[in-house]
T-cell receptor, first 113, second 116 residues
Framework: AQTVTQSQPEMSVQEAETVTLSCTYD???????LFWYKQPPSRQMILVIR??????QNATENRFSVNFQKAAKSFSLKISDSQLGDTAMYFC??????????FGTGTRLTIIP | DSGVTQTPKHLITATGQRVTLRCSPR?????VYWYQQSLDQGLQFLIQ???????AKGNILERFSAQQFPDLHSELNLSSLELGDSALYFC???????????????FGPGTRLLVL
């Protein structure tokens, strides 16, 4: 069974600064996928970024990028030039074979004006 | 807007009652997943359907059941409700099932269930 661990329950950062959210996982699979989802106060689950384990290149989506370390089973999310709208819960998730997603417990990120 | 719709948005009911949550997947998506999010917790997988067939079960109580209809919409039935069933219930959909890939799951807005 896969597990996903987010060790930072809460974080805060000043607007325009850079913040990194940590995620580690455990799996015996080789070809898997990792995701970061954002859950703002509206509680909607919004996909932020996706990484395929077979790709060595780290995924990037505008201000959001990941640092994927397959050997270390680490998948951190970096948010650059943080904005007030980035305030949300962020969930790391593991996926394989179009089965369920396994989620971490989340990191509550607050962007301070 | 993810393209996944869920109704109702809010539901308030009493213990012992039965409710039905409805989900319509994105156009073209064949897989539907149900997740439960209790207060300030992560998402727990309940059940997956693919093209009308149950594909995988997670931590779904026996009091809960689901189905996917020929038009691919899905319903989650919760019966003999207890206070602890109060949660946000998400439906997600994706294109595929099986294989070695992992299509992105797109989430609906959720149904907030409050059991009093």
């Amino acid at each position: 069974a896969q597990t996903v661990t987010q060790s930072q329950p809460e974080m805060s950062v000043q607007e325009a600064e850079t913040v990194t959210l940590s995620c580690t996982y455990d799996t015996s699979e080789n070809n898997y996928y990792l995701f970061w989802y954002k859950q703002p106060p509206s509680r909607q689950m919004i996909l932020v970024i996706r990484q395929e384990a077979y790709k060595q290149q780290n995924a990037t989506e505008n201000r959001f990028s990941v640092n994927f370390q397959k050997a270390a089973k680490s998948f951190s999310l970096k948010i650059s030039d943080s904005q007030l709208g980035d305030t949300a819960m962020y969930f790391c998730a593991f996926g394989y074979g179009n089965e369920k997603l396994t989620f971490g417990t989340g990191t509550r990120l607050t962007i301070i004006p | 807007d993810s393209g996944v719709t869920q109704t109702p948005k809010h539901l308030i009911t009493a213990t012992g009652q039965r409710v039905t949550l409805r989900c319509s997947p994105r156009s073209g998506d064949l897989s539907v997943y149900w997740y439960q999010q209790s207060l300030d917790q992560g998402l727990q997988f309940l059940i997956q359907y693919y093209n009308g067939e149950e594909r995988a079960k997670g931590n779904i109580l026996e009091r809960f059941s689901a189905q996917q209809f020929p038009d691919l919409h899905s319903e989650l039935n919760l019966s003999s409700l207890e206070l602890g069933d109060s949660a946000l219930y998400f439906c997600a959909s994706s294109v595929a099932a099986g294989g070695s890939s992992q299509e992105t799951q797109y989430f609906g807005p959720g149904t907030r269930l409050l059991v009093l």
